[in-house]
Structure formats: C-alpha cells, structure tokens
C-alpha cells in the first residue's frame, strides 16, 4: 500500500511511504500524532493532517497501481 500525509494548510502530500498493509500506516499515523516534540508538525497541528491511500505496489512484480481517486483513510480526529 503506497500512502501520504496531507497538509490541508499546505495543500500538499508530503513524500509517499510504502507499507504492507493499511493498518501498519494507521499506527504509524498514530504514533507521529502522538509523537510529542517541538519539531513534529503533525503534532503540533494535527487538525491539519490526514493520512491518504495513493495506491498499491506489489513486491513480486515491482508493478504500482494508482488509486483512481485517492482515498482519506484517517485524520487525527478518528485517533482514540
């Protein structure tokens, strides 16, 4: 699963990152959310950071497949 973080203050996908299923990327979500520092933008200012799904990458035939409309699949709101 190929997926990015959006700024909406931006406007901007910040740089893909590959992870073997959606739910691996939700708990790295989390844990950057939850990631307390002074350098940590998504912490600092979580209502403006959503994590999408850009697409899929298979790792047995190095083929990657955009998703056709790229999909929201967590915001800092939906973290418990």
């Known amino acids: 699963v190929i997926v990015s973080m959006k700024d909406k203050a931006s406007g901007l996908f910040g740089n893909p990152f590959f992870v073997p299923a959606l739910g691996a990327a939700h708990r790295a979500f989390r ?12 912490f600092q200012h979580p209502e403006d950071f959503s994590l999408w799904k850009l697409g899929t990458y298979c790792d047995e035939t190095g ?17 418990t």
């Open 31 to 42: 844990d950057e959310v939850n990631r307390d520092s002074a350098d940590n933008q998504v």
């Open 63 to 79: 083929m990657i497949t955009s998703s056709v409309a790229h999909e929201s699949s967590l915001s800092p709101k939906t973290i």
